[in-house]
């Protein structure tokens, strides 16, 4: 069984930094990419950033040149470095492992920016 734990998040002010990290264990393909993924209240589910195993990264919109994205291959971590938070970065963020279509999911940790 595969098991994604994401752990980091918590409250921060807007213009703030925190960082996200991902574990995985189990029995998975090495060559999957990984990626977080966030969800707000009443919003669907969007995608922040990807990389592959070779370090080839995709951030979207949103959070182009205020997030990074970097994994571990060694530890299987994944991370999200965040600066610059707004209010409207919060919600919960989700690591994924091999795509959204038949990959893996962690159970979120909550990021809330706010005064």
């Known amino acids: 069984q595969v098991q994604l734990v994401e752990s980091g998040g918590g409250l921060v002010q807007p213009g703030g930094s925190l960082r996200l990290s991902c574990a995985a264990s189990?029995?998975?393909?090495?060559?999957?990419?990984m990626g977080w993924h966030r969800q707000a209240p009443g919003k669907e589910r969007e995608l922040v950033a990807t990389?592959?195993?070779?370090?080839?990264?995709y951030y979207g919109d949103s959070v182009l040149g205020r997030f990074t994205i970097s994994r571990d291959n060694a530890k299987n971590m994944v991370y999200l470095q965040m600066h610059n938070l707004k209010v409207e970065d919060t919600a919960v963020y989700y690591c994924?492992?091999?795509?959204?279509?038949?990959?893996?999911w962690g159970q979120g940790t909550q990021v809330t920016v706010s005064s």
């Open positions: 990389i592959t195993r070779s370090g080839g990264a």
């Open positions: 189990g029995t998975f393909f090495l060559g999957y990419s």
């Open positions: 994924n492992l091999g795509g959204t279509a038949s990959g893996y």
